[in-house]
């Protein structure tokens, strides 16, 4: 959404995109940081803004109001769906699922979207340690829909049917566990996600990889 993406990048200038406090700026509190961000009517408005909704749906009894649904539907305080409003895409993404599942208002989802892939383990490549594991990160909850693949830009790709590691989805997480030693460990920190099968969003729409890949990083 463009106006909480430059809400966002204006957040990020002003708290430093390197996480770097000067001594002479002002210390930003917890309390402050969160006031940043929109809560959910707030973010409600503006997607329906964006998909020309308007706020208000039926008639009568059978009328209501978008925005207060959202509101009616908050909590504890401005969480929704268990999502702070911190985590900003996510809690957009939640809030729209909300929209348009729960109250058929006729908006689009946003892509479900791979944010980050990490290894946890020994050394810089996965597949040596058993109980190593490689988690991905998406926008939104996944769910599986047969033997999942991950591929890589410079490794060779993973695929469940293969063995030697557990493949667990939880929420919008997916977590491969080492289980044996791989004969051929892969992908090396640094190599970049470039896709995925076998996985989807809740809808069955296909997750989605940024053009440029995910870069492996390492916890």
């Not at 599942?101 to 791979?114: G, V």
């Not at 109980?131 to 591929?151: A, S």
């Not at 939880?170 to 892969?186: A, M, Q, S, V």
């Amino acid at each position: 959404m463009k106006k909480l993406l430059m809400l966002t990048l204006v957040l990020l200038m002003a708290l430093g995109m390197a996480g770097v406090v000067k001594a002479e700026d002002p210390v930003v509190t917890a309390e402050e940081y969160e006031d940043d961000f929109l809560a959910a009517p707030a973010v409600a408005g503006l997607l329906l803004e964006e998909a020309g909704v308007d706020n208000r749906y039926g008639t009568g009894r059978d009328g209501g109001n978008y925005i207060r649904d959202v509101a009616n539907h908050m909590g504890p305080g401005t969480d929704f769906n268990g999502v702070s409003k911190c985590d900003q895409f996510r809690y957009e993404y939640e809030i729209a699922r909300f929209l348009k599942l729960e109250k058929d208002a006729e908006i689009e989802l946003p892509e479900n979207i791979l944010l980050s892939a990490v290894f946890a383990g020994e050394g810089s490549v996965f597949g040596y340690n058993v109980g190593d594991t490689m988690t991905f990160t998406f926008l939104g909850d996944i769910q599986r829909t047969e033997n999942i693949f991950v591929y890589f830009e410079s490794a060779q790709e993973y695929r469940e049917e293969w063995g030697k590691a557990d493949y667990l989805v939880n929420e919008n997480k997916l977590t491969i566990i080492l289980t044996e030693e791989w004969n051929n460990p892969r992908p090396e920190i640094g190599d970049y996600v470039t896709g995925f099968s076998g996985i989807t969003d809740l809808e069955g729409n296909a997750v989605v990889v940024p053009a440029d890949g995910v870069e492996v990083t390492q916890q």
